[in-house]
């Protein structure tokens, strides 16, 4: 059986690190592949969780081990006048690390992109970090519809059997919050845009806005997304944190892993209210600044890539 990637199930540490990076001209895939392999040993070494995401342009030069339907994200567009759009920003590599040390995961990926000059260059990075009970910034619990933990790889992997087995879809991407614009909302327009209550209420509101979150992403089988009645259906796996720069921008950056493309593509869809729905509330409030899908290929595949 395939061995997913063990740090996407791992917990995550109090600190994330985001790096992002394409080939540069005269890229030797050799090198390439020997930093990464440094790379997973340093992180074995230092107890760091490391995912590595690989995109649609760098996969097919390492492994035959790609999967079915693995496309490029491209910008998504709302058609409703109000100019909302997700921005595609797709890149080759994706370093995900995390520790509760932010000092371990900073040198980790430093020596690793350091090692990578003059054949990947970084396209941006995002250090991220877990605040409070894994609060989103607007001041909801992200993650309570998570499936449980048990759950989670028959919802995130790809199954024994298929192109890629042990592999997981990913899907990157910072969302910029308008917090000002945010906390002018009462907390019941809040929790009706979420569809949740605020924490430290974390119980479904009683009916679901068309415009609430939940009713453009709990995809449920009988089509009454976001409402009891039937089962959930492509489930995915969030890990999502928040982060804040400098210049005083902050958001959530949005990571999240589904054993398909297709339905993170789907619930992008839905947010920007393409295929038939008003769009999410919440893109009112936030859009991404980058998008990109990656595929996280199993421990055995990584191992034939890195040697
Ligand atoms: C600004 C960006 C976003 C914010 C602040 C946000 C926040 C939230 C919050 C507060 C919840 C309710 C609690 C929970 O179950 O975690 C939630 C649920 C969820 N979100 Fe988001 N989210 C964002 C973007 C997205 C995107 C881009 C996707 C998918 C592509 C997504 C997928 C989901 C799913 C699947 C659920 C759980 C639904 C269920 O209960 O089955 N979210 N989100």
Request: charged share 25%; aromatic share 8%; hydrophobic share 35%.
């Amino acid at each position: 059986m395939a061995t997913p990637q063990r740090a996407i199930f791992n917990g995550m540490g109090q600190n994330q690190w985001y790096v992002h990076l394409s080939r540069t001209d005269g890229a030797d895939l050799g090198v390439i592949k020997s930093v990464l392999g440094d790379l997973r040993a340093a992180c074995a070494a230092e107890d760091i969780n490391l995912t590595l995401g690989i995109g649609p342009g760098l996969l097919p030069d390492l492994t035959d081990d790609v999967p079915d339907d693995f496309q490029s994200y491209v910008t998504i567009e709302s058609e409703d006048g109000s100019g909302r759009q997700a921005k595609g920003t797709q890149e080759e590599l994706l370093l995900w690390l995390n520790h509760d040390d932010k000092d371990k995961i900073w040198k980790a990926q430093y020596d690793a992109r350091t090692a990578l000059e003059g054949h990947m260059a970084v396209a941006r990075e995002t250090p991220t970090f877990i605040y409070g009970d894994s609060l989103d910034m607007t001041g909801f619990k992200d993650g309570t519809g998570n499936p449980a933990d048990e759950d989670q790889p028959a919802a995130a992997i790809v199954p024994d059997g298929e192109a890629g087995a042990g592999g997981s879809h990913i899907i990157a991407q910072r969302w910029v919050h308008d917090l000002d614009s945010w906390n002018a909302l009462s907390d019941e327009q809040q929790e009706k845009n979420f569809g949740r209550k605020k924490f430290p209420g974390i119980e479904k509101t009683e009916t679901q806005e068309p415009y609430s979150h939940l009713s453009h992403v709990e995809l449920r089988e009988d089509g009454n997304h976001g409402n009891e009645g039937s089962d959930k259906r492509n489930e995915i796996a969030r890990r999502s944190t928040p982060y804040a720069f400098h210049d005083g921008t902050v958001g959530l950056y949005f990571m999240a892993f589904c054993k398909d493309q297709a339905p993170l593509r789907e619930r992008m869809r839905r947010m920007y209210g393409l295929d038939d729905c008003v769009r999410d509330a919440m893109t009112d409030y936030s859009d991404p600044a980058s998008g990109s899908f990656y595929f996280a290929p199993s421990e055995e595949t990584l191992d034939a890539i890195t040697g």
